[in-house]
């Protein structure tokens, strides 16, 4: 039965990438993200109209091919607003999660490498605390502190990713460690920082990309909600839960202002959960098999 | 008429055909063994009896039990038989059970799937059960959880499950494999009395021709999908007509070729009177945390080229105290001493102690990392040498040469580890032993997960690397054979103490403590199977 049991970790070079291409959901998800990115990149060189240049005369018109999204309350062009948005709710979602892994991975592996000891209590229960209070709490402590602003939205989402990342990284590192390769690493006189570096964190690899995706759209509604709140980035700079709030009271005389970047943030995040439920499926070789 | 004839059996999985026509035959009350190596079908056999193979295969051929066909079966219909007419025993006595379950509700459930009794009659039925496969309720109530028992009892409980409704076929894949040779023999031999007494048939399938010839009525031997040879045991062992059986029949009783000029000089490893202790957490709240002795004033001392053997079932400190050696933890009192250098109670071995220490594992699939290349995994313990490491093309060179050492090449250092088969890994294990020329590698079951044909190879590789390099071998194994076969001292080893040590053959052939005793009897062992039969 032995030789039944054996699942091999790694696929052959070359045949995860037409694994993934073959991923019904890992594809889509990849579109609809690249389509996504693509347009906040763009907003960098080229806008319909200048976002922030008001027109009150054409204030509320509706979609047109002069204004392809129509405008707001102050004759702003949607379009131009919804590129230049997604460039902040990116920008914020990455750099939080960026931030997430950047702190909570090595806190994980530390933790992990140092089991049952001091430090790994403080890190563990030190991340439960945080984890005990909601990201908008965190985002209103900081911001009742230090003001209101995107910066600040990043750092109080970042700070909620980094239990997340800490917790993730230490369970996959402990199962590793007690795995013999681990134990040939210590007998050739490796340290425990450096067997984290060089055996473990390239084998939980897998794990942290598919966490990424899923912590990134809910930094992209976390974003959202922040701004939705006042909490974000202050005008002018659009983001797409500023749009929402801004909207709120115009939505029977002006729907699409509400509904335009409501479905930016649906599209996003949809996108970015089929990913991860795609890049999941690749990366499992045990659904890999079930699936052929 | 044979209870269970299996004709021309083929299955394929993809477009790689798996069985290729198997013919086996058993009848009521006897004992077929089915061996072969891994990958030669003996296990999707006996899926294929039990329509419990993978879905997308379809075996084709014909499977009577009774006369009756259980290949056209609609899987509905073979729910009534699995359980009822034929039972199955796996491998793993620890993950066949369901943990959150007791092991009388665990025995009931089979009676109470097959219908037509209440859960009190099903209860008392499980009771009688358990008690025909040595669980007496009075000693082993029928409300014990699975963890509460030891592996030899859980596969009992394994066995009870399947002999509940009295079926007339038992399957037993590897049953014993998990298990101690002590705890070994008592399964071999409950299963036999089971047979007896109830008048079953049974395929007791694996890859040990010693457990087999000892229990076994008939035999097949498989390989790659074909039954190449069978018929009943004592004609099968005498003739061994086809080349393959012969093949394995050497392979299992293999001895290496050594060198017999006798080792000696200065001692590489010098463990004295070493203690390892773990703490275990307190009986009640604040209370004192307790200690439990896993190596309890342990000396002995291995000299220069020397192989010595450690033997013990597990749970003897064997594990630990090797641990111990390559200070991987600490000890709680004693010495050890490698090439006359002390390990530091605090920092552990020095990085020049490390050099002249190196191990190769049991498992031959997780002992690398599955993301380096061959090169980087056998050069690991460069590591070792600090700035003195090699470089450019002495690194290459160095490579080569402990690659083909063990019988690969120097282009297999460009692969990873995955393009590797189990023998062939535990040849790159030892290549990344012997790359900084250690004076002492630490074997733990470095043999026990190969199959017999591979375990000769590894062995005739190992004798040859001592003898040429000088190597001396610290050979942790549960299995005496391969112990007798490779070592020139044994060390036995019980409840954390060395029960016995001597001269190999002094030890095997004149056992002087109760329990080495004990462990050489419960061996399974060809030559005096086979004598017995004769």
């Known amino acids: 039965m032995a030789e039944i049991s054996i699942v091999p970790i790694e696929a052959p070079r070359g045949t995860l990438l037409s694994a993934a291409l073959r991923s019904p959901s890992f594809v889509t998800g990849a579109i609809v993200t690249a389509i996504f990115v693509g347009v906040a990149l763009l907003s960098f060189v080229w806008t319909p109209y200048d976002y922030a240049a008001l027109d009150i005369p054409h204030k509320l018109r509706g979609l047109s091919g002069e204004h392809w999204f129509g405008t707001d309350q102050y004759g ?19 750099i939080a999660v960026g931030l997430g892994v950047g702190i909570g991975t090595p806190l994980g592996l530390w933790a992990a490498a140092k089991r049952d000891t001091i430090f790994d209590e403080l890190i563990m229960r030190a991340n439960d605390l945080v ?72 084998n939980i690899l897998n794990t942290l990309v598919v966490q990424i995706t899923i912590q990134f759209s809910l930094g992209i509604l976390a974003e959202a909600a922040l701004a939705y709140v006042g909490l974000g980035a202050q005008p002018p700079t659009p983001s797409w839960g500023k749009m929402l709030a801004d909207s709120q009271t115009l939505v029977g005389l002006a729907p699409h202002l509400a509904i335009i970047p409501g479905l930016c943030i649906v599209f996003t995040v949809l996108g970015l959960n089929l990913m991860g439920d795609g890049l999941r499926d690749i990366f499992d070789p045990r659904l890999q098999r079930s699936r052929q | 008429m044979s209870l269970l004839r299996v004709s021309d059996l083929r299955l394929g999985i993809g477009e790689t055909p798996i069985l290729k026509g198997i013919d086996l035959s058993v009848d009521a009350g006897r004992i077929l063994g089915v061996i072969g190596e891994s990958g030669s079908g003996k296990s999707m056999t006996a899926l294929s009896i039990m329509h419990l193979l993978p879905t997308g295969t ?22 009534t038989i699995r359980g009822k007419d034929i039972g199955m025993v796996f491998q793993e006595p620890m993950t066949a059970l369901d943990p959150l379950k007791t092991i009388g509700a665990q025995v009931a459930e089979t009676i109470l799937v097959h219908g037509g009794t209440s859960q009190r009659a099903a209860l008392a039925e499980a009771d009688r059960v358990l008690g025909r496969v040595g669980l007496p309720a009075d000693l082993f109530p029928r409300d014990r959880y699975p963890h ?37 023999a008592t399964i071999l031999d409950l299963l036999r009395r089971l047979v007896d007494e109830d008048g079953m048939g049974l ?21 790659q999908g074909e039954v190449v040879e069978s018929g009943p045991t004592g004609k099968v062992f005498r003739t061994l007509a086809h080349p393959y059986s012969r093949a394995l029949f050497e392979a299992s009783s293999h001895v290496p070729v050594r060198d017999p000029s006798l080792p000696g000089g200065e001692p590489v490893l010098v463990v004295d009177q070493l203690v390892r202790d773990y703490r275990i957490p307190p009986r009640r709240l604040f209370g004192p945390a307790g200690t439990f002795r896993a190596v309890d004033s342990i000396s002995f001392r291995i000299e220069r080229g020397e192989n010595v053997g450690l033997v013990g079932e597990s749970g003897s400190g064997k594990s630990t105290l090797a641990r111990a050696i390559m200070a991987l933890e600490p000890a709680q009192g004693g010495s050890i001493a490698i090439d006359g250098e002390a390990h530091d109670a605090k920092e552990g071995a020095s990085l020049a102690t490390r050099r002249k220490l190196q191990v190769v594992f049991q498992d031959p699939y997780g002992s690398f990392d599955p993301r380096q290349r061959v090169d980087t995994l056998v050069t690991e313990p460069f590591h070792l040498l600090g700035r003195e490491a090699p470089q450019g093309d002495e690194r290459k060179r160095r490579i080569a040469t402990a690659l083909e050492n063990v ?19 535990q040849r790159i294990a030892i290549a990344r032993a012997l790359i900084i020329e250690p004076s002492l590698i630490i074997l733990d079951e470095a043999v026990s997960a190969l199959d017999v044909s591979i375990r000769a190879q590894i062995l005739d590789l190992l004798a040859e690397l001592s003898d040429r390099l000088g190597i001396s071998y610290l050979f942790i194994s549960h299995d005496l054979s391969v112990v007798r ?24 052939r004149n056992p002087q403590h109760p329990y080495t005793r004990e462990l050489i009897a419960a061996t399974p062992n060809l030559e005096r199977a086979l004598a017995t039969r004769a």
């Not at chain 1, 702003?76 to 990455?94: K, N, W, Y």
């Open chain 1, 131 to 202: 984890f005990a209070f909601p990201a908008l709490l965190i985002a209103i402590l900081i911001t009742s502190v230090a003001g209101p602003s995107a910066t600040n939205a990043v750092i109080a989402i970042g700070i909620f990713n980094i239990p997340v990342f800490a917790r993730l990284s230490r369970a996959a590192a402990l199962s590793l460690w007690a795995r013999d390769f681990i134990l040939a690493a210590r007998v050739a006189g490796k340290g425990r920082a450096r067997i984290s570096i060089e055996h473990i964190l390239p």
């Open chain 2, 58 to 79: 379809r075996p084709t051929g014909s499977i009577r039990l009774d006369g009756q066909e259980l290949l056209d079966k609609h899987d509905r219909d073979m729910c």
């Open chain 2, 203 to 223: 395929i007791f399938i694996t890859h040990d021709l010693a457990v087999v010839a000892g229990l076994a009525d008939d035999i097949a031997v498989m390989r």
């Open chain 2, 407 to 425: 019988g690969l090449t120097a282009a297999d250092a460009e692969k990873y580890i995955h393009e590797f088969s189990g023998g062939q890994r």
């Open chain 2, 148 to 184: 509460e028992l030891s592996g030899g009892q859980r596969q009992r409980v394994v066995i009870a499950m399947a002999i509940a409704m009295g079926p007339k076929l038992l399957i037993a894949d590897e049953p014993t494999t998990a298990l101690d040779v002590t705890t070994q």
């Open chain 2, 485 to 508: 076969s490779i070592t020139d001292r044994v060390l036995v080893m019980k409840n954390g103490k060395i029960v016995e040590q001597g001269p190999t053959d002094e030890v095997f």
């Open chain 1, 76 to 94: 702003r062009d949607v379009f131009s607003q919804v590129i230049v948005g997604a460039r902040t709710s990116i920008a914020v979602a990455l």
